[in-house]
């Protein structure tokens, strides 16, 4: 892609168990501070699994938006409304302008169950919850973020588990591209729930412990919650804008292990063919990648494909590093606040580190990183996405140096 | 969409009307009460009890449409698949959380949980067809579909791409049922089936095969697609028109409408509102008074309408300026919106 | 051991197939039955609620259900119900 038609990123947020907003973010990364803990707003009684919560009830976050108290909301929207709030004021984009100009993609999985799951049987039985019955399915959130801010030229919800805000910003990408849009504003949110809590619990792949990523002994994941959004336009728009670039969006890849509905295959085929197809969409080699994002989610098998894959891919594999055991597993968020993570340590130079790690894994020829400076300036990083169902993207973002 | 043209090179459906025909062009089955479940085919007829153990009913019908669509396609494998769905498997969801609320977080069944995640459409499709490549789930309400095809027309663009697997699929339990009465979108079971306001829910599954370029199994081009989102009317209306210059037609051009009026007073205000004004009545037309309102109905309704392009007519219940149908020049669209929010334009032409 | 292949078939659903079609020392996962990482957190599943044996390590139960003899020496030894 020539340089007058490159996607930039001109505005981001993100809220998760580190805080709100990039700074708050920011901080906690250098300072090797993680967000999990023990569970404390989600009704849950498996205790024993630390999370990655939002350190706000669902009535503090209406609180900070100004949505009045009793307001009908669903957790998700909360938050996926603060992180959109951030990215727009950054890329300098008002309401008036959105509701014209701006495509709105957003990815969740968990929908309103967090909710749903706590008024169940009252759904059936009053008429009191009614108002919760628009808000369950997935595209009601979505359209429960896009009416806070009055509306965007359209709203669309990806739903693929891990990988939906990933795929998200491909979709938006996408549409750029092929002219269908100016502004595309990309991510994803998902909050905790009961339910999906239990689903992780009953696949018998959380760690009780702070999980550790790429590590011999890792036994788990350590679920996260969270919401990122990233504003994508051409640079030709972005110029005539006056939009700061903030970083850019250099390739992209979907691919699928089409293996079975939630194992990763031995030999890692759909996060292979993700990376590679990445790599070459942004028109580089695999030696130009600077540091990995990996989905290090911490699983016996996630680690394992991912690593193997890597590792077929590679020549030698590149500092890389999972910042699961910082924020958690956000889920259907990843994409999305691992991008924004990313774009961050472009912007500094410095490679967030995979914490909890001490011993390598057997099977592969690498360990993840512990020191976070950088031989030399970072300029490409591969930020990766594993979904339930095989479902991989690979995103690269590039400095604006 | 770019300028890049997309066609249907093969459907199939399985839903309320008989599966995996099209009786329903000259033989509808009508129906008078609230809910009404999908004809199934025999599964065991296309997949074996091992294979399909696991899978819950919409899953098995998205594998067996997609087989036939393909088939019907000579593709073997697409380069992509893209699946649309309001609720995914909704019957997988109740189940575990139905057991969470009866066991209280313990004891809990994997697979309902592993099934209940929208994206096991797109995956199971993918591991059935042991296709690598671009796999993605769209879930918006009553656009999901239209949602899913846009994504389609996008990455047909690229140049690895030709062939896109694209599916509308729904199904609904009775427990739903409920609450969406509740929240409007049709009568109350007590209520029963009104005749004056005919909403009635239904299932849908729907699979096509959309293509960069035109073969002989070609049966209509989709000459454009857009989303919107709580539009006015003048811009729903300003929408319209650039899709049918952006394709070198005019309003004139347009020969059958396809509307998702329903029966329901809400619903149907917001199409009388929304784009009518620009065509004559009596080219309208109605589908889901044959298919069910669904999130995911206007599959139904593309089904339909490109089976009518393969036939070159229309249902002798439906209306179209000309006696021939899809002759060159002359264009058709769905119209579709949900809650008067999110909103689609699909238009589409002969071959 | 009949019981524990009548349960087995209608935890995992496996349709058409009779306790007689399953062999007692058969490999039930990669070969045999073909049953995979679901069916197998499925079975832990129905231990605990049929028999009161809680398994936390999967790992555990791959060797637990290499075939149907085994399974059910393992249900014999450890049952609570």
């Known amino acids: 892609m020539n340089s007058g038609n490159e996607i930039l990123v001109t505005g981001s947020g993100i809220i998760t168990a580190l805080g709100i907003g990039k700074d708050a973010t920011w901080d906690a990364l250098v300072n090797k501070r993680s967000g999990i803990a023990p569970v404390k707003y989600l009704q849950s009684s498996h205790g024993e699994f630390p999370v990655g919560e939002v350190k706000l009830s669902n009535e ?16 998700s929207s909360l938050l996926g409304i603060i992180a959109l709030e951030e990215a727009l004021e950054e890329a300098g ?125 890792r036994k788990g994941i350590n679920l996260g919650e969270g919401a990122a959004y990233l504003v994508l336009e051409t640079t030709e728009h972005a110029v005539k804008r006056g939009a700061t670039s903030r970083g850019k969006l250099a390739g992209a890849c979907n691919a699928c292990d089409a293996f079975h509905l939630t194992a990763s295959s031995p030999n890692g085929i759909g996060p292979y063919l993700a990376m590679k197809g990445a790599i070459e969409n942004a028109g580089l080699k695999p030696s130009a990648i600077d540091y990995i994002n990996a989905h290090g989610t911490g699983t016996p098998n996630n680690d394992l494909t991912e690593g193997i894959a890597c590792m077929r891919l590679f020549d030698k594999v590149p500092p890389i590093a999972s910042i699961k055991a910082f924020t958690g ?73 | 969409m770019s300028n890049r043209l997309a066609f249907i090179q093969g459907a199939a459906h399985i839903s309320i009307q008989n599966p995996l025909s099209d009786e329903w062009f000259d033989a509808p089955l009508r129906y008078h009460q609230l809910l009404v479940p999908t004809i199934d085919p025999k599964f065991s007829d296309y997949l074996p009890p091992l294979v399909s153990r696991r899978m819950c009913n919409l899953i098995r019908r998205a594998v067996i449409t997609s087989r036939v669509a393909l088939n019907e396609a000579h593709i073997e494998v697409p380069d992509a698949i893209i699946s649309g769905t309001g609720l995914g498997c909704i019957g997988n969801t109740e189940k575990f959380l139905n057991a969470i609320n009866e066991n209280g977080e313990e004891m809990l069944p994997p697979s309902y949980f592993m099934q209940s995640t929208h994206n096991v459409l797109s995956s199971s499709l993918a591991i059935d067809l042991k296709c690598h490549c671009y796999n993605n789930t769209f879930v918006h309400r009553g656009t999901s579909f239209e949602q899913a095809l846009y994504d389609t027309t996008l990455i047909l663009n690229q140049e690895s791409i ?98 998702g009026i329903n029966g329901n007073v809400k619903n149907d205000t917001v199409y009388r509102q929304l784009g009518l004004s620009l065509f004559d009545a009596n080219i309208c037309n109605t589908y889901k008074d044959l298919f069910g309102e669904s999130f995911t109905a206007p599959a139904m309704g593309l089904y339909a309408l490109s089976r009518c392009y393969a036939k070159k007519t229309v249902p002798p219940y439906w209306h179209s300026k000309n006696s021939s149908f899809g002759e060159k020049g002359k264009v058709s669209l769905i119209l579709n919106h949900w809650n008067g929010k999110s909103c689609s334009i699909i238009l589409l032409s002969g071959c | 051991m009949l019981e524990l292949k009548n349960e087995i078939i ?27 990482s679901i069916d197998a957190l499925e079975l832990i599943v129905m231990l605990e609620k049929n028999y009161g044996i809680k398994l936390t390590d999967p790992a555990k139960g791959k060797e637990i259900f290499k075939s149907i003899r085994i399974m059910a020496e393992y249900v014999a030894a450890n049952r609570k119900k």
């Open chain 1, 329 to 401: 597993h956000t889920t259907s968020a990843a994409g999305a606040v691992e991008g924004v993570i990313s774009l961050l340590a472009l912007e500094n130079n410095y490679m967030p580190v995979n914490l909890n790690f001490s011993q390598q894994m057997e099977e592969l020829n690498f360990s993840p990183v512990s020191n976070p400076l950088p031989k030399k300036p970072l300029k490409y990083i591969l930020s990766n996405s594993f979904g339930f169902g095989g479902n991989d993207s690979s995103i690269i973002f590039a400095s604006n140096k």
């Open chain 1, 60 to 75: 503090e976050m209406r609180a900070l938006l100004h949505i009045r108290p009793l307001t009908t909301t669903v957790r």
């Open chain 3, 10 to 36: 209608k935890v995992l659903n496996l349709e058409g197939i009779k306790p007689k079609d399953i062999n007692d020392d058969d490999e039930m996962f990669s070969k045999g039955l073909g049953l995979d």
């Open chain 1, 93 to 217: 984009i008002k309401p008036s302008y959105a509701k014209e100009r701006v495509a709105l993609i957003s990815g969740i999985t968990v929908g309103g169950m967090d909710q749903t799951e706590l008024v169940y049987q009252k759904l059936f039985e009053t008429e009191t919850y009614n108002d919760y019955i628009d808000l369950n399915d997935c595209g009601g959130c979505t359209e429960q973020i896009a009416d806070y801010f009055n509306g965007f030229s359209s709203v669309s919800t990806i739903v693929t588990a891990c990988s939906s805000a990933a795929n998200a910003l491909i979709m938006a990408s996408n549409m750029l591209k092929t002219g269908e849009a100016d502004i595309v504003v990309a991510g994803g949110c998902e909050c905790l729930s009961i339910y999906h809590f239990n689903g992780f619990h009953t696949l018998m792949i959380l760690d009780n412990e702070l999980c550790k990523p790429f590590d011999q002994h």
């Open chain 2, 162 to 259: 030709h062939n896109v697997l694209v599916g509308g699929f729904d199904e609904m339990t009775s427990k739903y049922f409920e609450l969406m009465a509740k929240a409007g979108y049709w009568k109350r079971v007590e209520e029963g089936f009104d005749e004056e306001q005919p909403c009635f829910a239904g299932e849908v599954a729907a699979s096509f095969v959309v293509s960069d370029k035109k073969t002989p199994q070609t049966t209509c081009c989709i000459e454009g697609i857009k989303l919107l989102y709580k539009p006015s009317v003048a811009t729903f209306n300003k929408t319209i028109n650039q899709l049918l210059a952006k394709s070198g037609h005019t309003p004139a051009d347009v020969e059958l409408l396809l509307t």
